[in-house]
């Protein structure tokens, strides 16, 4: 098992600096990244900069889990559709047809 499968639900593992690489590599503005994870874009602001009012921000789980099926190529999930066994292209099979 890996150390990222062996992770606390509750553990903090995305830094505002990863969450700011992640939306660049991906290409998407601010408010890009807020529209594709159903956000607001003031709480794309916030993760990226770990800070709201001065106490510290983490990044929810799932958020970190859409932004990892974002990075994969996963646009959408209805839910019904079976994952492959062997993990192969799970992130491809589950793939919804919802356009961007």
Do not use: H, N
Not at 46 to 53: A, C, F, I, L, V
Request: aromatic share 6%; hydrophobic share 40%.
């Amino acid at each position: 098992m890996t150390d990222a499968m062996q992770r606390k639900a509750g553990d903090a593992v995305m830094t505002p600096q990863a969450f700011r690489q992640w939306r660049k590599s991906l290409g998407l503005r601010q408010k890009d990244a807020a529209e594709r994870l159903g956000l607001k874009k003031r709480m794309i602001q916030y993760y990226e900069s770990g800070d709201r009012d001065g106490k510290t921000v983490e990044i929810p789980l799932s958020v970190r889990l859409a932004c990892w099926a974002l990075a994969c190529g996963v646009i959408d999930f209805d839910g019904q559709r079976e994952l492959p066994s062997d993990g192969a292209g799970a992130a491809a099979g589950a793939a919804g047809s919802a356009g961007d």
